[in-house]
């Protein structure tokens, strides 16, 4: 193998680095790949997580221990999160955009990637740490922000439905109580889906009552797995008193249902909250 200029390796490091977030890989690895001794590859990760850090990319975190290792985590600063989540809010602040039952149209929102991929970032910092093995959502509107979020934790993304369908093969079936309007709901995973003992964080894109939250959070009882955390989108300031507990919205909205000139959106306060 030809020897491999340092400028060169920079770059193959930050792009296996950045399509594989939260992804432990040895130096050895790298070494192997790039035909260059631990030394010099460790000066090449110094100086790729000063430059991330420099121009708010993520970060490089060393990981110690017999499987350790480098890992790319991508972050969102909390006054660029903070400024992101404000210019959204004004987005969102639209009358026209509250749909009937107090829902906000978001479907525009969630089909460009650049803004729900950033979502998805935020989302995902705030549970590094809790190291789910899964995100959850349930279909349909909740998947691409869920997807973001699996991706920044390099981890899988499990879709419930409201029925099982033949080609996932048998499947777990619970009955939920809408928190809206107290109709009887079916939610389905397949059995093959998720393991005993794993860790699950729910990510959908709206909250109200949070009863179809609570139906995800009683499915991962029947699977015996932990969830982590509930992240949402956009949460409606009322009802005070919701079916789960512990949320995290990007997005606080309130509105008076007869009145839509009245709709506010903003950042959440846990938002407001990070750069204190």
Not at 84 to 99: H, K
Not at 100 to 111: E, N
Not at 225 to 253: D, H, N, Q, W, Y
């Given at each position: 193998?030809?020897?491999i200029?340092r400028?060169?390796r920079?770059?193959?490091?930050?792009?296996w680095l950045?399509?594989a977030?939260n992804?432990?890989?040895?130096?050895?690895h790298?070494?192997?790949?790039?035909g260059?001794?631990?030394?010099?590859?460790?000066e090449d990760i110094d100086?790729l997580r000063?430059t991330?850090a420099?121009?708010g990319?993520?970060k490089?975190?060393?990981?110690t221990g017999a499987?350790?290792?480098?890992?790319?985590r991508?972050?969102?600063?909390?006054?660029?999160?903070?400024r992101?989540l404000?210019e959204?809010?004004?987005e969102?602040?639209?009358?026209?955009?509250?749909?009937?039952g107090?829902?906000l149209?978001?479907?525009?929102i969630?089909?460009?990637?650049?803004?729900?991929?950033k979502m998805?970032v935020i989302?995902?910092?705030q549970?590094?740490?809790?190291?789910?093995?899964?995100?959850l959502?349930?279909e349909t509107k909740?998947?691409p922000?869920?997807?973001?979020?699996?991706?920044?934790?390099?981890?899988?993304?499990?879709?419930?439905?409201?029925s099982?369908?033949?080609?996932?093969?048998s499947?777990?079936?619970i009955?939920?109580?809408?928190?809206?309007?107290?109709h009887?709901?079916?939610?389905?995973?397949?059995?093959?889906?998720?393991?005993?003992?794993?860790?699950?964080?729910?990510v959908?894109?709206?909250?109200?009552?949070?009863?179809t939250a609570?139906g995800?959070t009683?499915?991962m009882?029947?699977?015996?797995?932990?969830v982590?955390g509930?992240?949402?989108v956009v949460?409606?300031?009322?009802?005070?008193k919701r079916?789960?507990s512990?949320e995290?919205?990007?997005?606080t909205?309130?509105?008076?249902?007869?009145?839509p000139?009245t709709?506010?959106?903003r950042?959440?306060?846990?938002?407001?909250?990070?750069?204190?």
């Amino acid at each position: 193998m030809d020897r491999i200029k340092r400028n060169e390796r920079m770059a193959a490091l930050t792009k296996w680095l950045t399509e594989a977030p939260n992804k432990i890989f040895t130096l050895s690895h790298f070494c192997d790949q790039l035909g260059t001794a631990k030394s010099t590859l460790s000066e090449d990760i110094d100086i790729l997580r000063k430059t991330f850090a420099q121009f708010g990319l993520g970060k490089l975190e060393t990981v110690t221990g017999a499987a350790g290792g480098v890992r790319y985590r991508p972050w969102v600063s909390p006054e660029e999160t903070q400024r992101f989540l404000s210019e959204l809010s004004a987005e969102l602040c639209t009358p026209t955009r509250l749909l009937p039952g107090g829902f906000l149209y978001l479907g525009d929102i969630l089909s460009l990637h650049d803004l729900v991929s950033k979502m998805g970032v935020i989302i995902a910092q705030q549970y590094y740490d809790a190291a789910p093995d899964f995100v959850l959502t349930m279909e349909t509107k909740g998947i691409p922000v869920a997807l973001m979020t699996s991706h920044a934790l390099g981890v899988p993304l499990v879709i419930a439905r409201h029925s099982s369908k033949v080609y996932e093969g048998s499947a777990v079936n619970i009955n939920y109580v809408s928190g809206t309007d107290k109709h009887i709901d079916t939610m389905s995973l397949s059995r093959r889906a998720v393991q005993p003992g794993q860790k699950a964080l729910i990510v959908d894109d709206f909250l109200k009552a949070g009863g179809t939250a609570k139906g995800m959070t009683d499915l991962m009882a029947e699977f015996e797995v932990e969830v982590v955390g509930t992240a949402f989108v956009v949460a409606t300031e009322t009802p005070a008193k919701r079916c789960i507990s512990g949320e995290k919205a990007l997005l606080t909205m309130n509105v008076d249902p007869d009145d839509p000139a009245t709709l506010a959106v903003r950042p959440s306060d846990w938002v407001m909250d990070l750069a204190k």
